[in-house]
């Protein structure tokens, strides 16, 4: 969930995976799948940076989970030792 601030000051969160478009017209708005429609404090450029960021920390949690198949959980397979 990436946390983002409503106009009046209140912050709520939500989930960027959910997100469907984000565009300023000079307020930023969220839209997400089901239509729903959020305007925010921050700019498009921060709101695609908390997504980001997000991202790189969901991907980092999972690099830190046990092995279950003998192989580290990665987005590209690392070679064996013995060349295979």
Known sequence: MIVVTRLNGTR?????????RIHESPDTHLVTLDGAAYV?????AEV???IANY???????????PTATGYPL?????PEPDGR
Not at 12 to 20: C, L, S, T, Y
């Open 12 to 20: 709520f969160a939500v989930n960027p995976d959910i997100i469907e």
């Open 40 to 44: 925010v404090q921050e700019s498009l």
């Open 48 to 50: 695609v940076e908390l």
């Open 55 to 65: 991202r790189s920390y969901i991907l980092r949690r999972a690099q830190d989970l």
């Open 74 to 78: 990665s987005l590209v397979r690392t």
